[in-house]
Each structure stands twice: as structure tokens, then as C-alpha cells.
């Protein structure tokens, strides 16, 4: 930027140039959500070097491609563009950036202050790679600290904003509306963690209030500015996701189609925006409608194969609760060939369909679910130095096909549905309830009638947990109770699958909050949480239990202790 004597007439050029922009990377974006991508990027392209905004969304597009593909020369190329976009941010800050000093702040000018929420979004997403690209602790520490660099910045931008000495520039919305996700992403994230992780997130200085953070990112998605769609897909992710895996499993289906409606009315055909109306009407239920919704995203474009994989997914449940076993098997397998996010749990899924089916039906492609099942170890992966949960229980559930004669796990589909919160789905749709508990009752009668061995209490309890969710999806609450204190009584005995009694806990307590008994729902919370540690997909269900004491409005700090 200019110094001396010309220093006012190339301020007024940078307004200038920061509207033009705007306004360029705001087509961009167009083309991007109509499914233009190749067009969305050669449009960035030419001024990456010059624009921090043109290198942002750029590097941003990549980044998405990146974390879709799971590839590593994506993310290696994703990581040096985001680097090369914050360095081009860093030439527009000023030199002395603290924006918490009074009079810093009040003197930077509309470039710089969109300088800094820029370089914001760049230090957040490069973490994010970071996570992804390196397991060693040292770059694991790099990354918090760049997530906490973004956060401090955000943070002072709102407050500066917020002030009456703010410069309001002719792009004051585009400004605003980066600070209201920065924020608002913050706050909506961190308030999903439970308290004791809260507390020392609280402790270097992060805050988390779920219904601040979304206050900030419904002002920006429905504002009209660059980061409307980042601030919607944010919140719709909330609802159709998060709300069901880390949470008590209503989801907010109102909210999301009242987001989705103006996205879909201006892109009819975007695939990400036909991805989430399928997600909608998979929650309500609605499951042919889902199924024609994603494979009508598939259809959309051809260009990213990466979005097929996330309706694959979701085709992949659509027909496992419709009980179409050789359908789900089919999208496994697509998802195993093309996509490298988990082929630990695509092979474990292909195994668990294949071992559904009567042992006198041909299997697919003469496929063996012995043997798939014996190959998910050597899938196995690490994102951010760990082995994402659902992997590592895949593998632990597969052990026993180890033997030379192994014992059939039960029903490995409708304990891998019940992880991802699945029972909620077919909630208001009796049919496929009563199709669950069919298979349920059949898969029991096949354990009374086999020989006793080491893995026969918990596969037992494992069919009396998922059996109490279908009872209680058909209003029997009192047989539900009864299912589920059978898990109880066979405590002591269980011998592998340690999840169930605080999951089952879990299940218990939220039949309680459906009965107006919240006193005994929350002794029963509070249980799960102190009594139990170190079994399968712990953080998930401890996600859980913070959600439902939240639903409660209970105390959920740790002295809150239990004599339980």
C-alpha cells in the first residue's frame, strides 16, 4: 500500500478495489453453488496474487476439494495455496496489528480491517490441514495455536465492529458477515463440547455459547454477503448432523428448510444445496423423497465425484432402513472403490450388508463377508494423529472373524445405525420400525437357539438395547424400559462390548425426559458420565449425555458429583 502524498488517492483506489473484489468473488461463489466449479476458480485464478479475497475463496474452494477427496497431494497443494492467501493478507494488515489497543483499531482503514478477518479465515483453515495432513504432536500443537491466533483476531474484530468509532466502508456487510461466522462458528462449536473440555478451552481464552453462535450465523446466512452460504452450510451441518450424532437425536428440520428454501429457489440444481434438502427429508422420515433428492445431487454434476460420495453415504442408510440389504451393499462398495475417507468402515459396512442376507443367498460379486470382515484392520487410518472412532470400533466388532471359526456377529447394520443415531430417523415411520424389530426378534431367536460361547452375553444385549429404541419408537415405553434394564442386569458379564450400559443409560434417561421424569433422567446422565470410561466411542456418547443435561437445563459441571 502507498505512503507520502498519494497516500489518500490509494486508499480510495483499495475501496475501490476491495468492491470490485467483492463483487467478482461473489460470482465466483455463484458459478461454485451452481455447479460450475472449474469456471468458479478460473474466474479467482488470474488475481490470487493480488486480492486476498480472490486467494481466499480460492484457496477455500480448494480446501472443500481437499477434505473431500482425502487425497494427499490435495491437501499438501490445498495447505500451500491457504499459505500463499494469508500471505497475501499479511501485505494489506498494517504492520502493528493490535487490534486491542484502542487506538490501532480505530485507525485502520476499511482494507486493513478486512485484512484481518481474512487472515482470520486463513490461520482457521490452515489449521484445519494441518489436523489432516501431519499426526506428529508438534504439528498438532501448530494447529491450536493457529486456531487460537484466528480466535483472537475474530474476537477483536467483533468487539472493534461493535464500537461506535468503527469505520463503516462501502463493503461494511461483506466485513461483518466474516466476523458473524468467525464468531458465531466459534461459539456454535465449542458450546457442543462437553464441560470439563469447555472448562480448558475457557482457560486460554475460547467461549462457547451455542445460542450466540447461532444469533451471528443467522444474521450472516441470511444477510447478502460473501459468507452467507459458509454461515448456512454451517448451520445446516448443525442441524441435520451434529444435532443427530453429538446430540439427543431430534435434529431442527424446520430451521434447516427455512435456510434451504432461498438457496434452493436461486440454484434449483446445486448439488450441495440438493445433498441437504435430502438430508431433511431423510430426518422426516420422508425416505423415497431422500433417495430421489441425493441421487438427483448425483445427477447434478459430474465434475466433483466427491459430492456423489456424500449422497452415497446417505443412499447407503436410506436403504438400510428401508432393509434393502443388496442396495446399502452397493453403495459400500461404490464408496469403497472411489472414496479414501474411511475404507476401514466402507469394508466393514460391505461385510455387515453381506452377513444380513440368509446364508443361502449369493453374495455380490461372489464377495465373502468373512473375509471383508478380516480385512478392515488393514484399512485402518489416522486423521490428526488418531484413528477416527467409528474405524477403531469397526475393528474391534470384526476381531472375531479372526477365528478360524467364527462366531456371526448379530446384527453388525443396526448396531453401526444405532451409532450414527439411525433409530431417530425411522422414529415417525411405524413400517420400518416394525421391520427393525422383526429383525431383531428373529436375529434373538437364532442366539436361543445356538450353542453358549464367549461372545453370547453381549451380542444379547446389544439386540435388547436396539430392541427397547424400536419399542419406544412404537410408544411401548414401558416394554422399552424393560429391554433396556436387561442390559443392566447383565452388567458384569458383559465382556467386550462395554459401550452399552452408559449408552443404554443414555437411552433410559432421554425415555425418562419423554415421560416428565427429569429428576431420574439426570441421576441416570450423571451416571453414564462418572462411572464409566475408556469404552467404544466414548466422546460421542459423552457428547451426548452433555446434551441431553443441557436439554435439561441441569447442572452440568463436574463438582454436580455423583454418589451414584
Not at 167 to 186: M, P, Q, R, W
Not at 294 to 310: N, T, Y
Amino acid at each position: 500500500m502507498s505512503n507520502g502524498k498519494d497516500a489518500n488517492a490509494a486508499q480510495n483506489s483499495s475501496q475501490m478495489t476491495l468492491k470490485e473484489c467483492l463483487d467478482e468473488c461473489m460470482e465466483a461463489l455463484d458459478l461454485f453453488l451452481n455447479n460450475h466449479f472449474s469456471e468458479s476458480l478460473e474466474r479467482l485464478r488470474p488475481r490470487v496474487n493480488e486480492s486476498m479475497y480472490h486467494a481466499l475463496i480460492y484457496a477455500t474452494v480448494l480446501e472443500m476439494q481437499a477434505m473431500m477427496t482425502f487425497q494427499h497431494d490435495d491437501i499438501t497443494n490445498a495447505g500451500i495455496t491457504m499459505k500463499s492467501a494469508q500471505e497475501v493478507c499479511q501485505r494489506f494488515r498494517r504492520k502493528s496489528s493490535a487490534l486491542a489497543n484502542k487506538s490501532v483499531g480505530d485507525s485502520l482503514n476499511e482494507v486493513q480491517l478486512h485484512a484481518e478477518v481474512c487472515y482470520a479465515e486463513c490461520q482457521l483453515q490452515r489449521a484445519a490441514l494441518t489436523f489432516l495432513q501431519d499426526e506428529n504432536m508438534v504439528s498438532f500443537i501448530k494447529g491450536g495455536i493457529k486456531v487460537r491466533n484466528s480466535y483472537l483476531i475474530y474476537k477483536e474484530l467483533h468487539a472493534l465492529i461493535k464500537s461506535h468509532n468503527c469505520l463503516k466502508g462501502a463493503s461494511h456487510v461483506h466485513l461483518e458477515g466474516g466476523v458473524s461466522f468467525g464468531i458465531g462458528a466459534f461459539n456454535l462449536t465449542l458450546s457442543l463440547f462437553p464441560p470439563r473440555i469447555l472448562k480448558v478451552l475457557e482457560f486460554a481464552g475460547f467461549s462457547g455459547d451455542k445460542d450466540y453462535g447461532l444469533s451471528l450465523l443467522h444474521d450472516g446466512a441470511t444477510g447478502v454477503n460473501l459468507r452467507s452460504m459458509l454461515s448456512a452450510m454451517l448451520l445446516l451441518c448443525y442441524y441435520t448432523f451434529l444435532t443427530f450424532i453429538l446430540g439427543t437425536g431430534e435434529g431442527e428440520v424446520e430451521e434447516a428448510e427455512r435456510l434451504l428454501k432461498p438457496f434452493r429457489l436461486r440454484y434449483p440444481r446445486g448439488a450441495i444445496f440438493l445433498f441437504f434438502a435430502g438430508r431433511t427429508e431423510e430426518i422426516k422420515g420422508n425416505i423415497d423423497e431422500a433417495v430421489a433428492l441425493f441421487e438427483d445431487g448425483c445427477k447434478a454434476q459430474q465434475a466433483w465425484k466427491q459430492f456423489h460420495h456424500m449422497c452415497y453415504w446417505e443412499l447407503m442408510w436410506c436403504f438400510t432402513y428401508k432393509r434393502a440389504w443388496k442396495m446399502a451393499y452397493f453403495y459400500a462398495d461404490l464408496l469403497s472403490q472411489e472414496s479414501r475417507w474411511s475404507k476401514a468402515m466402507y469394508v466393514y459396512m460391505k461385510a455387515a450388508y453381506l452377513s444380513m442376507l440368509p446364508d443361502d443367498e449369493d453374495r455380490p460379486f461372489g464377495e465373502n463377508e468373512v473375509q471383508l470382515f478380516r480385512q478392515v484392520p488393514t484399512f485402518k487410518q489416522k486423521i490428526a494423529g488418531k484413528s477416527p472412532p467409528t474405524e477403531k470400533f469397526a475393528i474391534r466388532k470384526a476381531r472375531r472373524y479372526k477365528a478360524a471359526c467364527p462366531h456371526k456377529l448379530p446384527v453388525p447394520v443396526l448396531e453401526m445405525m444405532y451409532m450414527w443415531n439411525g433409530f431417530s430417523m425411522i422414529s415417525k415411520r411405524p413400517e420400518l420400525t416394525e421391520g427393525m424389530l422383526h429383525t431383531l426378534v428373529e436375529a434373538e431367536s437364532t442366539l436361543v437357539e445356538s450353542l453358549e460361547n464367549e461372545f453370547s452375553v453381549d451380542d444379547r444385549c446389544v439386540i435388547h438395547l436396539l430392541k427397547g429404541l424400536c419399542l419406544k419408537n412404537q410408544g411401548l415405553l414401558q416394554a422399552a424400559e424393560e429391554s433396556f434394564r436387561k442390559v443392566f442386569s447383565s452388567e458384569k458379564k458383559i465382556r467386550y462390548d462395554h459401550y452399552l450400559v452408559p449408552n443404554t443409560l443414555v437411552e433410559l434417561s432421554l425415555l425418562y425426559i419423554d415421560q416428565g421424569r427429569r429428576e431420574e433422567a439426570i441421576r441416570l446422565l450423571h451416571k453414564a458420565k462418572h462411572n464409566y470410561k475408556e469404552y467404544s466411542m466414548e466422546s460421542r456418547t459423552q457428547f451426548r449425555i452433555h446434551a441431553a443435561l443441557a436439554k435439561l437445563k441441569a447442572n452440568t459441571s463436574e463438582e454436580e458429583d455423583t454418589h451414584l
